[in-house]
């Protein structure tokens, strides 16, 4: 009697200590189901899933889509003065004279193109040093303000546009660039390009010659102004001459059926 009554205290100890385990497993299986944050649903089809960090626009996507099936190169140009090429940068400067027609300016060749091209180009303003050495007499001595106006023609004379550069002069170091000069090595030319604008004109499909001719120049020096017009007189120099089009048959970059 005394026997079986110690085997049954004994065999109570185990299955109470089991139940006691199992009761504190479900206590923290809660605890950290609770603790854990929610898995976000999985995006169902249609829609987008957005975050601050990250828009769902791509505002580079329109700037490469509109850049596709575009070529920019230098066109074919006949220059009516070829000022001469930089010391500096090699790059080919030309003169743009006042002018009436088509034949008096700066005339481009623009491939056939479909839809609008644009014309780019750097225009100066031409400016006179006081000594063949490049170099002002006397520092400030030669201070000048120009304004040069030109105009954008197609070959029946037709105006597409128009561009103004203004800048002001007050030493030879006011220069953009040298014109390397005949003679001597390292000589340089009188005449030297003043201020940089750059400028961007559009040209009809249907166009593919233009001129840009010289319409007007403003000088303002110390104590006098004047306004000069005269025909062939050269007025602003051009350089970076480059047209940006799209080649006939090529839509977004990729060739027509």
Not at 48 to 70: F, I, N, Y
Request: charged fraction near 15%.
């Amino acid at each position: 009697m005394a026997m079986t009554l110690r085997i049954g205290v004994r065999s109570r100890v185990p299955l109470l200590c089991v139940l006691v385990l199992v009761a504190m497993t479900g206590v923290v299986s809660s605890t950290l189901a609770q603790s854990r944050p929610a898995r976000p649903a999985a995006p169902q089809p249609g829609t987008v899933r957005t975050s601050p960090e990250r828009p769902t626009s791509d505002t580079s996507a329109p700037a490469k889509a509109s850049a596709a099936g575009l070529v920019r190169e230098a066109p074919l140009m006949q220059c009516p003065a070829i000022l001469g090429n930089g010391v500096r940068t090699n790059k080919l400067f030309c003169e743009i004279p006042i002018g009436t027609g088509p034949g008096d300016g700066l005339r481009l060749s623009i491939p056939p193109h479909a839809g609008p091209a644009m014309l780019h180009f750097v225009l100066h303003n031409r400016h006179a040093l006081t000594s063949d050495a490049g170099k002002d007499a006397a520092p400030g001595a030669g201070f000048a303000k120009y304004t040069a106006t030109v105009r954008l023609v197609g070959p029946a004379g037709q105006v597409l546009g128009h561009a103004v550069v203004q800048s002001e002069v007050r030493t030879a170091a006011d220069a953009v660039e040298r014109i390397a000069g005949a003679g001597a090595p390292g000589a340089v030319k009188p005449v030297a390009p003043v201020g940089s604008e750059p400028i961007v004109l559009q040209i009809p499909a249907d166009v593919t010659e233009v001129s840009v001719i010289g319409e007007k120049l403003a000088v303002e020096r110390l104590g006098a102004a004047a306004t000069q017009t005269p025909p062939g007189q050269p007025i602003a120099i051009v350089s970076d001459v480059t047209v940006e089009y799209r080649p006939i048959g090529k839509s977004n970059g990729r060739p027509r059926p």
